[in-house]
């Protein structure tokens, strides 16, 4: 697979955003390895932009850890600094898939409480309702259903 190739400013705005990046993968000294290739891989996958820290003191061989590494991964070299490399990828599209049977999730409402005290501003709260609750005319998250007493307990009363 061939690599990307970027702009030079394409390349500024990465390395831009690569600055505050700790190395997500280590090469030691035996180079690359299918697992190096693998864990690569899977940085790229999950974040797109990744610093690699190469161990070697060769900067010839460094390059071609890089030059490797962009070829075999389909990603654009960004930058060569030191024992530092910065690759990049674009991100897959993740593709959600609905669910029939899912069940509504929590829904937040905005409810204007107004206060005890007349001259005072009403506070806009924000309240979570879950599945099984309601928001009552006043406000109030209540159960949308009662609790319900177990048969032992029913036959106690």
Do not use: C
């Not at 993968?25 to 610093?51: C, F, R």
């Not at 899912?102 to 309240?127: C, I, N």
């Amino acid at each position: 697979m061939p690599q990307i190739q970027l702009t030079p400013a394409q390349r500024k705005v990465h390395r831009a955003l690569a600055h505050h990046l700790d190395p997500v993968v280590m090469i030691g000294n035996d180079g690359l390895s299918a697992a190096v290739i693998k864990e690569t891989d899977a940085a790229l996958k999950a974040h797109g932009l990744i610093k690699i820290r190469v161990l070697g003191d060769d900067r010839a061989a460094r390059e071609a850890v890089l030059l490797e590494l962009t070829e075999t991964l389909n990603a654009a070299p960004i930058q060569h600094i030191g024992k530092l490399l910065v690759i990049w990828r674009p991100l897959p599209e993740k593709v959600k898939t609905p669910d029939e049977d899912r069940m509504a999730g929590p829904r937040d409402f905005k409810v204007l409480k107004y206060s005890s005290r007349g001259g005072q501003r009403p506070e806009v709260k924000t309240l979570r309702v879950l599945g099984n609750q309601r928001l009552t005319a006043g406000g109030q998250v209540k159960r949308a259903k009662p609790k319900q007493k177990s048969i032992k307990k029913r036959n106690q009363s």
